[in-house]
Nanobody, 124 residues
Framework: QVQLVESGGGLVQSGGSLRLSCAASGRTFSRYNMGWFRQAPGQNRDFVAAITGGGGATDYADSVKGRFTISRDNAKNTVYLQMISLKPEDTAVYYC?????????????????WGQGTQVTVSS
């Protein structure tokens, strides 16, 4: 099992930047493909980005491509989401998630472990 704790959310003006972190417990972090998702009030939980266990492959939702960057430091058991050029429509609770698998996944249903989420609010 792995436990995930997100941090780094907050209030930022449109055009600003934030970096989210997700710290994982356990000694097998590199076995897990990691994903970031977000959920706005009344909306579904949407895919944002994913990264393989070794960090060699990534995937992004079209809405964030070119603005968000997912990365990981397996020595620190941490995955990051660097967000720049933030827009009000990026406002949501952001969750990190983990799964053991060979491929990158976009469906929340494929992920086995979830953090508690961190709020990101972008003001216009």
């Amino acid at each position: 099992q792995v436990q995930l704790v997100e941090s780094g959310g907050g209030l930022v003006q449109s055009g600003g930047s934030l970096r989210l972190s997700c710290a994982a417990s356990g000694r097998t972090f590199s076995r897990y493909n990691m994903g970031w998702f977000r959920q706005a009030p009344g909306q579904n939980r949407d895919f944002v980005a994913a990264i393989t266990g070794g960090g060699g492959a990534t995937d992004y939702a079209d809405s964030v491509k070119g603005r968000f960057t997912i990365s990981r430091d397996n020595a620190k058991n941490t995955v990051y989401l660097q967000m720049i050029s933030l827009k009000p429509e990026d406002t949501a609770v952001y969750y990190c998630a983990a799964l053991i698998g060979l491929y990158l996944h976009r469906s929340p249903k494929d992920y086995d472990y979830w953090g508690q989420g961190t709020q990101v609010t972008v003001s216009s």
